[in-house]
Every structure is written in C-alpha cells, then in structure tokens.
C-alpha cells in the first residue's frame, strides 16, 4: 500500500512542477539559478531521453502502459524479505512512467525543465524513473541468497 502511495506522489510531485513551470514560462524561457551551471529551462521534449526517437507518441504511451502492467503484475510477486529497495524502485518507475504519460496524451510532448547544461534537460518523472531502476539494479545485484523453497 505505500508503494501505491509512492506512485501517487511521484505524480503529483511531477504533474504540479509541471504546471507551474507551463503557468510561468514560455517554451524556450530559461531562468538562471546558477548561471551557466544550473538553469530552469522550459523544453517541450517529443522523444526519449536525449530526444531521441522523436514523435513516437504511440510508441511511449504503449511502452509505458506495459511497464505499468508489469508492475502491477510483478510487484506482488517481490519477496517483502530483503526486497524493500526493488518495491521502492518499482514505485518510482511506475510513477514516474505515468507523470510523463500524462504529458504525452494530453499533448505529445514532455515538459522538462532541469537544465544542468552538459546534460539533456530533464523533469520530476525522469528522476524518479531513472532512482527505480537504478534501487532495482542494486537490490538485484546485492541481492540476499534466496533458497529454492523461497522463489515459488
């Protein structure tokens, strides 16, 4: 239940930093929090990361909806024992899927706006999807010895 309530507030979170910065700002407005190193930049994305992949709309929203039926799917199978850092990082991927889907549909592009200048701009919804995988792949690669009783 406090994954359910993770996934939530990672919308949230993402949706309202959102809005605000598309009440405040124009596309391609950048405001300088620490000049040259940090900016919060307005960027309406049509890929991926990177912008790669541009105007595949269809192609992320199904990607997306998968992921999330994985989740659902997987996540009850996620032992509680020694596996609390892998449901943490499925409920910031979930989330975070569903704040830049919500984009995609409502207008074809993602909102970012962290802008640290040496990377592609970014949002809310990447940070959160990029910290799951990243909780997954430690809690895989540290993860306890299951005994074969233990799997099934």
């Not at 994985?70 to 509680?80: E, Q, S």
């Not at 970012?112 to 690669?141: K, S, Y």
Request: with cysteine; proline share 5%.
């Amino acid at each position: 239940m406090l994954i359910l309530l993770l996934t939530f507030l990672v919308i949230i979170v993402d949706q309202a930093a959102k809005y605000y910065i598309q009440a405040h700002m124009l596309p391609g407005m950048s405001i300088p929090v620490i000049p040259g190193i940090f900016h919060i930049t307005y960027v309406l994305n049509p890929g991926a990361a990177f912008g790669i992949m541009e105007h595949q709309t269809v192609f992320f929203i199904i990607a997306a909806l998968g992921l999330l039926i994985a989740a659902v799917y997987f996540y009850p199978r996620i032992p509680r024992q020694g596996y609390r850092l892998m449901r943490f990082g499925v409920g910031l991927m979930a989330g975070g899927a569903v704040g830049n889907v919500i984009d995609r549909v409502k207008t074809g592009y993602v909102v970012d706006f962290f802008d640290f200048r040496i990377w592609p701009v970014f949002n809310m919804a990447d940070i959160a999807i990029v910290t799951g995988v990243i909780c997954i792949l430690v809690n895989l690669v540290f993860m306890p010895n299951l005994k074969k009783d233990e799997v099934s």
